[in-house]
């Protein structure tokens, strides 16, 4: 498994091995839109995700007022391989590229039947992103949802070209969530079950309040059996042909014919200053906690005297739930990213 992380200083990525280490809120500042690249349309998923954000200005655009640091910590458990992979660059572009955007990128990917679907999607998916990115600022809010489904489906089908290539052919899979924060604005695009959550305080900053970011997609949900069936596939006991649970993936090239989509589904965030980070993890971790008791442990841990310098606490925090889920419940692969956001007005 391989991680990529910024270097410390620049925008140059470094690749290496890492150490192995619901109650759902409403968000009103949030919104969640599919598109299917079947039919071109988009809906909105349900009453409660509703409330619609309200278009950044050029002026908000060109200035960032949030800086973010990511943190991560994963566990193996009983798993014979780490099949996890993630992704933490806390400059993804910086101010002074063309495009004048200031950029953070965070991802969690959870490989099943192997680890290329999953090391695959971390070492590429960033890259065709940038590539992808619009170069005028002023067009991120009209083209992201297009550039997000592009770019997935541009590395979805480079690791099906690989796959077909080698003999026996790759049948690996692999989940995605990822994360794009753009000055005060987060771009969230999954598939599959892994998660992110954002931990919000009430205006006192007393209560903590989990608002989820993503959409699970299992062949058990309506719609996607909807659309698995409309293939030809079939759900057997609530996975797609009796064998995958995840009904969107990276990769699972003998699954795409019964109706697996790489079409993620994308909500656009704008953050508030109660805003104080997003959890991203596998589904490792959820096995064992649900959105509330994840986000209370963590602030549990935030919250200790003993440690005071922030970055110890954040490595902290992510150490000891990704143990903690391995101790309780999960047997599988678990991977704990916390992303720290700060008001830099």
Sequence with gaps: MSTVEQKAGGVAVEERPATSGSNNQVCKSCTLETETAERGTKRKLGADVSGLCKKPTTDAVAVASYSFKGYVAERQGEREEMQDAHVVLDTFLSPDTESQLCCSYYAVFDGHGGTRASKHAAEHLHRNLKER????????????????????????????????????????????????????????????????????????????????????????????????????????????????????????????????????????????????????????????????????????????PKIEKMAEKYEAACSRLASEAVRKLSADNVTVMLVHIANTR
């Design 133 to 304: 990115l619009p170069k005028d600022a002023s067009r991120i809010e009209a083209d992201i949802k297009k550039c997000f489904i592009d770019v997935f489906k541009k590395t979805d089908e480079e690791f099906l070209k690989l796959a077909k290539k080698n003999k026996p052919v790759w049948k690996d899979g692999s989940t995605a969530v990822a994360v794009l924060a753009i000055n005060s604005t987060l771009y969230i695009a999954n598939l599959g079950d892994s998660k992110a959550v954002l931990c919000r305080f009430d205006a006192a900053g007393k209560m903590a309040m989990p608002i989820p970011l993503t959409k699970d997609h299992n062949a058990t949900l309506y719609d996607e059996r909807k659309r698995i069936q409309k293939a030809g596939g079939k759900v057997i006991d609530g996975r797609v042909m009796g064998v995958l649970e995840v009904s969107r993936s990276i990769g699972d090239g003998p699954y795409k014919k019964h109706g697996v989509s790489c079409i993620p589904d994308i909500k656009r965030c704008q953050l508030t200053e109660n805003d104080r980070y997003v959890l991203i993890a596998c589904d490792g971790l959820w096995k064992a906690f649900d959105n509330r008791t994840a986000i209370e442990f963590i602030n549990k841990v935030l919250n200790d």
